[in-house]
């Protein structure tokens, strides 16, 4: 799973959390950071950025005109979508600063889980990841427990690659179990089939990584970079997968296969729709 990936699934996660309990005065910015996320949804980046940008622009002027955490955090969402990682720091730190209201709990979340992003990007892996296991484990807010899970398992597979093998299978084996959990909470997420995905294909479980991957695209993807990278994966394990099978398994993998990529609109079994001549 890439950083950049990682940011998408954020930025969907942290949406959700905008729009269960902002203030009246930030109506505005709450609906352009909305719209964001739907066109990032639809795989419309280009105009997911123009409204984050939208959004950013309203919440500054919320913040101006009313400081409160909600309008940092607000903020500093919109910063994270745009890759504005010492601005967004900064916002969540007002945040921080100005405190939350009782009842509050999921916006704390969002700031935390932002700062930490920010920390990430700014070169601070090991305290982004220390955020990051606490918000999934205590999150009370579900999209907001998934996106942490997200960069935990981001971490997670660079630490494990650099590890020894038996080291390095009893990492991902936990990682595994981690993205278990997440699916015991919500079967029906495709982002947490992408995550479990990912780490089957470094354990070299290429047909499980292939089944959660196409599972995931079947249920819906939270952007358009990580659609293509659970495309990519599809691709990845479909090849090798058929390598190793003898002729008549092979032949019933590929009808199989084929009957998902006609179903996604794919050029052929190894194209898809997206993908450049």
């Given at each position: 799973?890439?950083?950049?990936?990682?940011?998408?699934?954020?930025?969907?996660?942290?949406?959700?959390?905008?729009?269960?309990?902002?203030?009246?005065?930030?109506?505005?910015?709450?609906?352009?950071?909305?719209?964001?996320?739907?066109h990032?949804?639809?795989?419309?980046?280009?105009?997911?950025?123009?409204?984050?940008?939208?959004?950013?622009?309203?919440?500054?002027?919320?913040?101006?005109?009313?400081?409160?955490?909600?309008?940092?955090?607000?903020?500093?969402?919109?910063?994270?979508?745009?890759?504005?990682?010492?601005?967004?720091?900064?916002?969540?730190?007002?945040?921080?600063?100005?405190?939350?209201?009782?009842?509050?709990?999921?916006?704390?979340?969002?700031?935390?889980?932002?700062?930490?992003?920010?920390?990430?990007?700014?070169g601070?892996?090991?305290?982004?990841?220390?955020a990051?296991?606490?918000?999934?484990?205590?999150?009370?807010?579900?999209?907001?427990?998934?996106?942490?899970?997200?960069?935990?398992?981001?971490?997670?597979?660079?630490?494990?690659?650099?590890?020894?093998?038996?080291?390095?299978?009893?990492?991902l084996?936990?990682?595994?179990?981690?993205?278990?959990?997440?699916?015991?909470?919500?079967?029906?997420?495709?982002?947490?089939?992408?995550?479990?995905?990912?780490?089957?294909?470094?354990?070299?479980?290429?047909r499980?990584?292939?089944?959660?991957?196409?599972?995931?695209?079947?249920?819906?993807?939270?952007?358009?970079?990580?659609?293509?990278?659970?495309?990519?994966?599809?691709?990845?394990?479909?090849?090798?997968?058929?390598?190793?099978?003898?002729?008549?398994?092979?032949?019933?993998?590929?009808?199989?296969?084929?009957?998902?990529?006609?179903?996604?609109?794919?050029?052929?079994?190894?194209?898809?729709?997206?993908?450049?001549e």
């Amino acid at each position: 799973m890439t950083a950049r990936s990682g940011r998408s699934a954020f930025g969907l996660a942290l949406a959700l959390a905008v729009l269960w309990g902002c203030a009246s005065p930030l109506k505005e910015a709450k609906l352009h950071f909305s719209r964001a996320q739907e066109h990032d949804r639809r795989y419309e980046s280009g105009q997911a950025v123009a409204a984050a940008k939208r959004a950013l622009l309203e919440a500054e002027a919320a913040a101006r005109k009313d400081p409160s955490a909600q309008a940092y955090t607000l903020k500093g969402l919109a910063e994270v979508r745009l890759e504005r990682w010492p601005d967004a720091a900064e916002s969540f730190r007002l945040a921080f600063t100005l405190g939350f209201a009782s009842g509050e709990q999921w916006a704390a979340d969002a700031a935390l889980l932002g700062a930490a992003l920010a920390f990430e990007a700014s070169g601070l892996p090991e305290s982004a990841g220390r955020a990051y296991a606490h918000l999934m484990g205590r999150a009370k807010f579900g999209p907001i427990r998934r996106a942490a899970a997200g960069k935990h398992v981001d971490l997670g597979l660079a630490r494990a690659l650099a590890l020894n093998e038996k080291d390095r299978d009893r990492a991902l084996a936990g990682l595994a179990k981690d993205v278990g959990r997440l699916l015991d909470d919500d079967f029906a997420s495709g982002f947490a089939h992408y995550l479990l995905s990912q780490v089957l294909s470094h354990r070299a479980d290429l047909r499980g990584s292939y089944e959660e991957a196409v599972m995931a695209r079947e249920l819906g993807l939270p952007s358009e970079k990580i659609l293509r990278d659970n495309d990519n994966q599809i691709v990845f394990c479909r090849d090798r997968i058929r390598d190793a099978l003898p002729q008549d398994e092979k032949d019933r993998f590929d009808a199989v296969h084929e009957a998902w990529t006609k179903r996604w609109g794919w050029r052929d079994a190894r194209t898809p729709a997206w993908k450049k001549e």
